[in-house]
């Protein structure tokens, strides 16, 4: 709607906000860095709008904890949306300057009132008329959100919400505002900057513009598909079908971290060949054909895109193990093995400068300029400085465009069988597949095996109780997981990490995906809990 | 008259020299600006100042008494002094009644980070003179695996527990105790791992003098060979915090984060980033490339081997099937450089558009 995903502003601008509106974001455990500048702003004053089906941290020290129903997201959205409309709270001069097509969000949001929302989102009709008054009149107000916004079949209608939010309120193009995805992992952004994408060659360029095909087939003196490619979700899918025959996965466990695991290991089992790069043995290795061992963060150079499109350097420290490789290394001599000519680089800095030659967006940027502060892309020519905050001069190229959304329920939702609703996410101590994390004592003593959190009067109801293991399935898969009885989440809502190997949790997740991007369900589906056979009676 | 208004400047002079100051700033940080240090130990640009060390006391026009720069606030036409016989006296004595509290160790590990009061000690001459100090601290053993404390290096000023307060903000230690037995504990005498404690290791980060410490490095590294420090990026999540990995003998043996104001985690780190490195140097890592033998078992391999095999598996897919039967899983835990190149190897080498990483967010 207003560019590529990436946040609008700069981390260190958090600390000057007078109001934050974190949705979607367990910022304390997946960001807890980003999470300490939220907590400077809070002490220093700034107002903290929380919506989120979980009491989390940060939620305890918000001004408004909006508590909604999970997967009730754009009925959230829009009522605060037909707030900020029917009160006249919007900047009329923004929207007339630079955007389009607001009319038809303000029909969309008519019938989104308050009170219809507090029946579906459980969200009182008092808060959400409080929480888009503050939002929309405040100047430095700016939105974060992360998976619990993306990871839903309507993950895209999600964003566009919010981008309607901060479009109708002209928060955009101001220091401390704007609209702020927190990356997941460290090069989520840089992964997509350079071209990992089923649809754009690196520097977000089309791969069916016929312009920028002849570009890259010019630089890489060979013909290209014009076809665009499967995103990841729906290769998986692909490959249960078998139209995907052969996979090259570097640094994933696909089938630790792909939703509805079985269906990953079906695909798996049928495939002709696989090829894995990894640092560690995983869930995926048992049917790999062949494995490459590379090289960690800590033993090889390159650049790391951060969050607020800061891109900056890993510095190699110590040395491989054994005859582990950098991974740039083995993907030079697999593709020179496979017949073609991948330029003998001499360090990672030649390949970045070969990727900045391609991509506008980058140009500016090369090894030697990132030095120890980075630079924040856009940085179109070696003399820019980069860019912090973004729209900052004319806030949009062309104009922002509204979107207008509609409510539809999750792709699955509890029933008689199933009576729960899951959602899943990280932890503070532990990392995705926790192949790193679970290696060391900390995160160990504080979380060693997967758990289950129950709001208490479900525990009742099902007669289980705190720290007992239970049986956990879905129409997908089943495991086993220690209960939390636990205040956090609400009744009817059952909360996991995705941690553990010998506990899969996405065996119960769902790979319905997003309309657009493909991103998986990984917060709603439906799950049962069943108390484990009860252990004989120890003898008297 | 009236106050001036919170962004209008005013001027004072410090060591003779005028100088700019907004309303509400402090001595330390206006004196900062023009390069005058002003020593300073329960100081931390992200704490509150408290004033409670009394090192970086001054001479303020009209004030009898010395004042602390770090709380006292600026005001138009101030004349401070920084530098005189009666602070450098001052300073002395204060320093020398420190190290009878808290005598810093004799010879310290390579990474226990820089004891400020020795430090501080030796560039004002402050000597070791005064019997020690009554205090008998309290100390206890806690099962965490990262975090130490040692009582007697403690010299109170409540750096950690202010840290714990109001940076990471889970108020999981305090001060205990009273008088010269004042020391740092969790409520109730629990251990950390049962505390609030998020073991992100802020109070190691701002102990001055070394009295909170990280328990790995100390069984890890040794006190005869040299460290060296390479800044880098963290590789767990989005936020992009910049790392000093500490590296001896070939071995990450700690990792810190830069000063505070450096870099844009300022200073902070989280569990992770700080102290789950572990996996670096473990046995389980892969060291050789494997092959799926005959058998059906992976056996390990040479490059070459490795190599060969996988280029003749995938282009064997792509002449039965098409080059869009093969799929390319990238991954953003990997660098810029290596995402481009998975692309490249898909678009260029195989000749396909699916390429896609872990990077749906």
């Known amino acids: 709607m207003f560019g590529a995903g990436a946040m609008t502003n700069s981390i260190p601008e958090i600390r000057d906000a007078d109001l934050l509106f974190v949705i979607g974001s367990n910022t304390t455990e997946a960001h807890p860095i980003i999470a300490m500048e939220m907590k400077r702003a809070v002490r220093r004053g700034a107002k903290l709008i929380v919506a989120d089906p979980r009491s989390i941290w940060l939620s305890e020290i918000a001004d408004l904890h909006l508590q909604l129903q999970p997967g009730t997201d754009v009925w959230l959205l829009n009522a605060l949306a037909h707030v900020i409309v029917t009160e006249g709270l919007t900047d009329q001069a923004f929207i007339e300057t630079h955007t389009e097509n607001f009319e038809a969000v303000i029909e969309a949001v008519a019938d989104y009132t308050p009170e219809k929302a507090e029946e579906v989102t459980g969200v009182p009709a008092d808060m959400i008329r409080q929480a888009a008054r503050m939002y929309a009149t405040t100047r430095k107000a700016g939105i974060y959100y992360t998976l619990g916004i993306t990871e839903h079949t309507h993950g895209t209608e999600n964003v566009y919400g919010l981008a309607n939010l901060v479009l109708m309120t002209g928060h955009l193009g101001v220091r401390s505002a704007g609209m702020n995805p927190l990356r997941g992992q460290n090069n989520v952004q840089g992964a997509n900057d350079a071209g990992a994408s089923p649809i754009y060659y690196p520097g977000y360029q089309r791969v069916d513009d016929p312009v920028s095909q002849a570009k890259f087939e010019a630089a890489w003196g060979v013909p290209l598909s014009p076809n665009d490619g499967m995103n990841l979700n729906v290769m998986m899918s692909a490959l249960a079908k078998g139209e995907i025959k052969g996979l090259f996965v570097m640094g994933e466990d696909i089938v630790l971290s792909e939703p509805n695991a079985e269906k990953v290991e079906r695909g798996l089992n049928q495939a002709e060949f696989l090829v894995l790069q990894d640092i560690f043995v995983n869930e995926t290795f048992r049917f790999a054909d062949v494995v490459f061992p590379a090289a960690c963060f800590a033993e090889k150079d390159g650049v790391i895109t951060n969050s607020d499109r800061r891109v900056q350097r890993v510095r190699k420290a110590v040395e491989p193990p054994g005859e582990a490789r950098p991974d740039w290394v083995i993907l030079c001599d697999l593709a020179r093995a496979a017949g073609y000519p991948m330029p003998n680089y001499a360090d990672a800095g030649e390949i970045y400068a070969e990727m900045a030659a391609l991509s506008p967006k980058f140009a500016g940027i090369s090894h030697d300029r990132i030095g120890e502060d980075g630079i924040q892309w856009p940085c179109p020519d070696s003399e820019h400085a980069g860019t912090p905050t973004l729209h900052m001069d004319g806030p949009i190229r062309g104009k922002g465009e509204f979107q207008a959304i509609h409510y539809r329920p999750s792709a699955e939702l509890p029933d008689e069988e199933y009576p729960l609703l899951l959602s899943t996410g990280r932890t503070l101590y532990h990392y995705n597949a926790a192949t790193q994390t679970r290696r060391d004592a900390g995160p160990v003593a504080k979380q060693p095996r997967n758990f289950i959190e129950v709001h208490r009067r479900d525990a009742k109801r099902l007669g289980i109780s705190h720290g007992e293991t239970v049986k956990v399935s879905s129409r997908r898969g089943e495991l086993t997981a220690e209960v939390w009885v636990s205040p956090r989440v609400r009744r009817g809502c059952v909360w996991m990490p995705f941690h553990f190997g010998e506990s899969p949790t996405n065996r119960l997740t769902n790979d319905a995906g997003d309309s657009v991007t493909g991103t998986g369900e990984y917060k709603v589906c439906a799950v049962r809990i069943r108390a484990l056979q009860p252990a004989a009676t120890p003898p008297a | ?361």
């Open chain 2, 1 to 361: 008259m009236s106050a001036p208004l919170p962004d209008e400047s005013f001027t004072l002079t410090i060591n003779g020299q005028q100088t700019q100051a907004r309303q509400g700033e402090r001595v330390l940080g206006v004196a900062g600006r023009l390069g005058i240090e002003i020593p300073t130990l329960c100081e931390d640009s992200r704490l509150d100042p408290v004033g409670c060390c009394r090192m970086c006391l001054v001479e303020v026009g009209g004030q009898r008494r010395l004042q602390p720069a770090c709380t006292w606030r600026a005001e138009a036409g101030q004349d401070v002094t920084t530098e005189s016989p009666r602070i450098e006296r001052h300073r002395k004595l204060l320093l020398e009644m420190y190290l009878a509290d808290a005598p810093p160790v004799t010879d310290p590990h390579p990474l226990t980070p820089l004891n400020e009061i020795s430090r501080l000690a030796e560039a004002h001459g402050a000597l070791d003179r005064f019997p020690a100090a009554c205090s008998e601290r309290e100390g206890r053993e806690d099962a965490n695996p990262y975090i130490g404390f040692d009582p007697e290096l403690c010299i109170s000023c409540a750096r950690c527990v202010r840290y714990c307060d109001e940076v990471e903000a889970v108020s999981a230690i305090t001060l205990a105790g009273r008088g010269a037995g004042t020391t740092i504990a969790t409520a109730g005498q629990i251990g950390l791992l049962d505390s609030t404690c998020e073991l992100c290791g802020g109070c190691i980060d701002t102990c001055p003098t070394g009295a909170m410490h990280e328990k790995k490095p100390l069984a890890h590294t040794r006190t005869d060979s040299e460290v060296s420090t390479v800044r880098t990026t963290c590789n767990f999540c989005g936020v992009g915090c910049q790392l000093d990995i500490k590296v001896q003998d070939g071995r990450v043996v700690q990792i810190d984060s830069p000063p505070a104001g450096e870099t844009l985690n300022d200073g902070n780190l989280c569990v992770k980033g700080r102290f789950a490195y572990d996996f670096i140097h473990h046995e389980d890592r892969l060291k050789t490339p494997l092959v799926r033998g005959a058998d059906g078992n992976l056996r390990e391999a040479s490059w070459e081997e490795a190599l060969k095999r996988a280029a003749e598996g995938l282009l064997g897919v792509k002449e039965r099937h098409g080059a869009d039967a093969l799929g390319f899983v990238s991954s953003s835990r990997c660098t810029g450089e290596e995402n481009y190149l998975v692309q490249k190897l898909a678009r260029a080498a195989f000749g396909t558009n699916n390429c896609h990483s872990c990077a749906a967010t």
